[in-house]
């Protein structure tokens, strides 16, 4: 017999990526900290080798890992909370990880901080007559899998158990009872989950089927050859994910239509839905949560990473060059991350322009300006868009308070008035002298003297919005004002600024630090 043997990677829709390492399971929130293997954040200790791996999403937002076992039972462990993997470690610190699960006598101090026991094993498939080479979640509380019988014959088995809290039950000697069985006409090279209620097969020649969750099994697009990689986006109108304040709605446009990717490695031919789009790739993957819809990008043999809408063309594909070698490892969702790995094992994260402007678009779109600000200022987009668009909505009611309280730092919005370079346009009042510069520092400089609160904590934005209108004077006079104040309370005691006493420079900035701000400004 001919085996082929390829390289793949586990990845959730939440971007933790696994890694098989013997009996155990390397798990790493990409969405939270990037390590590279072999570290890992959390080592799921399942007591015998594992065979393949699985990832679903249950309906509170925890993430939950599936590992198929060698002997055939299935180890599972699910997060706390979202996916935060690490907080597993305080829960699973001292527990018992079950057969082969841990270490005696002395080897206990060698034991990793970060290893910790599966938190159930469901058994009983030890004797059904088919060795199990396949898995995947099917959706809440339901698993399907691929095995063999000693006649060569695949067959898929439906199985359902009880979706309680892992923590509250304990039932590593379950029996298996399996709801369907159906036996396949050829050899399954993969199983993969596709949506809540189907599971995707692709056979050893490239073609695929669809099993439903009813027992039916269906023919759908497959591919002229055997894939290594294979990715599916169920059609959805609405979809919903948990975001950051960097990036994506809780809303974001979702797929309308089914997308079956696959890459075939060794030749470099991607599919999409049957049809070959590209010839010299050599890695893939969907963002399925980004604020333009989902995206497909791909990694080439010319180490070029393209971007283009999940069903664009060739034609509308982003590009940028990458280092030799990289692949696309994880995109986590409700980012506009895309984690690359290069051959010698480092991670990097770079954040594709047609995923970063989208992001940006819908964050002004929400008024969460603050958001806006961050992202165009990690990836070096021009801050003048949060004025521009949609002007005047940025110095509109409440949203330069909400701005500056997301902001949270004085020398960053200072930073953000002094790159405002809007050409002269009417500011909407009526009068023609003004600008949108003037317009938007006359804002701020209101808000930030409104309260005794926020005056002196924002001193160099107010000075910025004085300079930036050319007022230098009033710019200095604000700094004699502040200056003469801290000599007073200086005197009388109170040691707010320039005395002895050491002030605090963020949140009461003294009158020599804004001196130094204008004079780094307008020099």
């Known amino acids: 017999s001919r ?24 798990i790493t929130p990409m969405r939270q900290c990037m390590i590279p293997p072999p570290l890992c954040a959390v080592e799921l200790v399942c007591g015998r080798p594992v065979a393949c791996l699985m990832f679903s999403r249950g309906e509170d937002g925890r993430e939950r890992v599936g590992a198929l076992l060698d002997d055939g039972r299935l180890a599972i462990a699910t997060c706390l909370e ?28 060698l034991v990793p901080k970060n290893r910790i026991p599966a938190s159930v094993i469901l058994g009983g498939a030890l004797d059904c007559g088919h060795q ?26 439906h199985y359902s158990f009880d979706d309680r809290d892992d923590r509250e039950r304990d039932d590593r000697t379950d029996r298996m009872d399996f709801e369907n069985c159906v036996e396949l006409e050829a050899h399954v090279s993969r199983l993969v989950r596709f949506g809540d209620d189907r599971a995707l097969l692709e056979f050893e020649d490239g073609r695929c089927c669809v099993y439903r969750a009813d027992g039916t099994l269906e023919s759908t697009d497959g591919f002229q050859a055997r894939c ?28 309308l239509a089914d997308a079956i990717i696959g890459l075939d490695v060794e030749t470099g031919r991607l599919y999409r839905n049957g049809a070959v789009i590209a010839s010299d790739a050599t890695s893939v993957g969907v963002h399925t949560r980004s604020a333009g819809g989902p995206h497909l990008l ?6 070029v990473l393209k971007t283009l809408p999940l069903f664009g063309e060739e034609s509308e594909a982003v590009r940028r060059t990458v280092e030799d070698g990289c692949v696309l490892v994880s995109l986590p969702e409700g980012t506009v991350d895309v984690v690359l790995q290069a ?8 954040r594709p322009r047609a995923l970063v402007l989208p992001a940006i678009e819908d964050a002004l779109g929400r ?20 004025v521009n668009h ?46 949108k510069i003037d317009a938007v520092c006359e804002a701020f400089r209101n808000e930030v003297s409104s309260s005794s609160q926020h005056g002196r904590a924002w001193l160099r934005t107010e000075l910025t919005t004085y300079t930036k209108c050319g007022d230098i004077g009033k710019a200095l006079l604000r700094i004699k004002e502040i200056k003469e104040l801290d000599m007073n309370n200086n005197g009388n005691g109170n040691g707010n600024g320039n005395g002895n006493e050491q002030s605090d420079e963020r949140t009461h900035p003294s009158a020599e630090a804004g001196l130094k701000h204008v004079l780094l400004h307008n020099s």
């Open 3 to 26: 085996c082929t043997l390829s390289w793949d990677y586990d990845v959730s829709a939440y971007g933790t990526v696994g890694v098989i390492d013997g009996n155990s399971v390397l």
């Open 390 to 435: 949609g002007w005047p909505a940025l110095i509109e009611k409440d949203n330069v308070r909400a701005f500056l309280e997301g902001v949270g730092s004085d020398s960053d919005v200072a930073g953000f008035l002094q790159s405002l370079s809007a050409p002269k346009a009417a500011a909407g009042d009526g009068n023609a002298e003004n600008t």
């Open 82 to 109: 979202a996916d935060d993997w690490e907080g597993l470690l305080l829960f699973g610190a001292g527990r018992d990880g079950g057969d082969d699960a841990g270490t005696d006598g002395d080897e206990d101090a």
């Open 343 to 350: 051959p010698r094992g480092n991670l990097e994260i770079i």
């Open 228 to 255: 290594d990689v294979v990715r599916v986006v169920p059609a959805a109108t609405t979809a919903t994910t948990t975001t950051t304040a960097t990036t994506v709605p809780a809303s974001a446009p979702a797929s």
């Open 298 to 303: 791909y990694t080439t043999r010319a180490n």
């Open 367 to 386: 008024r969460e300006f603050a958001a806006a600000w961050r992202l165009a200022t990690v990836n070096r987009v021009d801050l003048n868009v949060l």
């Open 132 to 157: 199990f080479r396949h898995a995947a979640f099917l959706g809440v509380g339901q698993v399907v899998f691929v095995g063999q019988s000693i006649d060569g014959v695949d067959s898929l088995f």
